[in-house]
């Protein structure tokens, strides 16, 4: 009968242990009245416990921190530290001990040792240790992969290696919506408004340091996260910037082209990068993780042929007053000069004061004109902005806009503020 050899042990031993902030020890309060048969026994002992707080002897959380008593859970974006100690448990000198620490993902391996060479000699009852740091960044299964190498006092070469698997979980819900500051496509502003929605998915409150986006080359952007009172910036959510699990808070910004960018029609066109958020939180005692989503995007509102912006007009007028207004026509075409010609019809509130089918001239493919008009308003209250029309005369094509604008207009005898 075949009997196979006794499997060799190892002569070294391989511990590995995750590193976490220790959490504050809670324990269940045990009290009573002074008339009920214990008296004052279980508040004595509840005193005489050390884990207590003095003098709030009945709050659950104690004085005392508790280390970790398993894995726990990881999150996306979280800092991953764990400590990797190699004792060896023989009585013989063990040379030439290479330790190994790999990361496995879905997508990749990484190597997370932070010296790849190898240490000459192990005496008994001595050990090498190490801690190894990843800033984890994908979500889903991980597995630590442990291998060490050494050689016997005998020169026979022994390997090993060890696997522990973790899941990586998602810690943030995010959504995004966009908002096109505008009242027709005949005239959009190059605004943009972005709300960003934000859940906290996991069991413990947060403290959100920093939630800011960092916008793409094309744009400038605002925060309208915050009001200024007595002088000072306030956030709108208060001085504790706490996260409670499952809630949801919702973050404003408005993102605005540089100059350079929006006085070139033909570039904001179809799909463009807006950018990215940027979040940074804490959780218990101070634990850091941080997110960033990918490069946010959105489509861009399509203008036609020809674009009709205002550049400048005021929010309120005097009535039968002529007041001035300034508008910008760009020719969003890439290839094609047009020749434009300017209509101004009349509303029944609104008046063009000046000349109707005057000839503006050839605009050349993605370049603008600015245009100063007059008009007056007839009817007191909200009254819009109507009437214009542009014909390309090589394409005997004619572009209508109205509801450019709305202005306020009042009685003479009310003083409009300037």
């Known amino acids: 009968m075949e009997v196979n050899?006794?499997?060799?042990?190892h002569l070294l031993a391989l511990k590995v242990m995750r590193l976490t902030k220790p959490t504050l020890f809670t324990n269940i309060p045990v009290t009573c009245e002074e008339k009920d048969l214990p008296g004052d026994?279980?508040?004595?002992?509840?005193?005489?416990?050390?884990?207590?707080?003095?003098?709030?002897?009945?709050?659950?959380?104690?004085?005392?921190?508790?280390?970790?008593?398993?894995?726990?859970?990881?999150?996306?974006?979280?800092?991953?530290?764990?400590?990797?100690?190699?004792?060896?448990?023989?009585?013989?000198?063990?040379?030439?001990?290479?330790?190994?620490?790999?990361?496995?993902?879905?997508?990749?391996?990484?190597?997370?040792?932070?010296?790849?060479?190898?240490?000459?000699?192990?005496?008994?009852?001595?050990?090498?240790?190490?801690?190894?740091?990843?800033e984890v960044k994908e979500i889903g299964t991980h597995i630590l992969v442990c291998a060490v190498s050494y050689t016997t006092q005998g020169g026979e070469k022994m390997y090993f290696r060890k696997f522990f698997k973790f899941q990586v979980l998602k810690p943030l819900d995010v959504k995004t919506k966009?908002?096109?500051?505008?009242?027709d496509l005949s005239s959009v502003t190059d605004e943009v408004f972005l709300e960003a929605q934000i859940q906290n998915i996991t069991t413990s409150p947060m403290f959100m340091e920093k939630v800011s986006l960092e916008p793409s080359i094309m744009y400038n952007v605002t925060e309208l996260n915050s009001v200024t009172q007595a002088g000072e910036c306030v956030s709108?959510?208060?001085?504790?910037?706490?996260?409670?699990?499952?809630?949801?808070?919702?973050?404003l910004y408005c993102l605005k082209p540089k100059k350079e960018f929006a006085e070139k029609a033909g570039i904001i066109k179809g799909v463009t990068v807006i950018g990215k958020l940027d979040i940074v939180w804490k959780?218990?005692?101070?634990?850091?993780?941080?997110l960033q989503t990918s490069q946010?995007?959105?489509?861009?509102?399509?203008?036609?042929?020809?674009?009709?912006?205002?550049?400048?007009?005021?929010?309120?007028?005097n009535l039968?007053?002529?007041?001035?207004?300034?508008?910008?026509?760009?020719n969003c075409s890439s290839e094609r000069t047009m020749d434009l010609v300017l209509e101004m019809c009349n509303t029944n509130s609104i008046h063009w004061c000046g000349i109707s089918g005057r000839q503006l001239g050839k605009l050349h493919p993605s370049s603008s004109l600015c245009l100063a008009l007059t008009l007056l308003s007839s009817v007191q209250g909200l009254q819009s902005v109507s009437g214009l029309r542009l014909t390309d005369t090589f394409l005997k094509r004619t572009y209508e806009y109205d509801d450019i604008a709305q202005v306020c207009v009042v009685s003479s005898a009310v003083e409009v503020e300037a």
């Open 5 to 9: 050899p006794p499997k060799q042990e």
């Open 41 to 134: 026994l279980f508040n004595q002992l509840m005193r005489d416990d050390p884990s207590t707080v003095n003098g709030a002897e009945i709050l659950m959380l104690g004085e005392m921190l508790t280390l970790p008593q398993n894995f726990g859970n990881i999150f996306l974006g979280e800092t991953f530290s764990s400590y990797i100690s190699v004792h060896n448990d023989s009585n013989q000198v063990v040379k030439d001990i290479l330790v190994k620490a790999d990361l496995q993902t879905s997508s990749q391996r990484l190597n997370l040792s932070a010296s790849n060479a190898a240490v000459a000699e192990l005496k008994p009852d001595c050990c090498i240790d190490d801690v190894i740091h990843h």
């Open 178 to 183: 966009f908002y096109n500051a505008e009242s």
């Open 236 to 251: 709108t959510f208060g001085s504790r910037g706490y996260l409670q699990p499952m809630d949801t808070r919702q973050y």
């Open 283 to 290: 959780t218990n005692l101070g634990e850091r993780g941080r």
């Open 296 to 317: 946010l995007q959105r489509m861009a509102p399509g203008y036609g042929d020809v674009r009709l912006s205002l550049e400048a007009i005021p929010d309120t007028v």
């Open 320 to 330: 039968e007053e002529p007041f001035h207004i300034t508008c910008k026509i760009t």
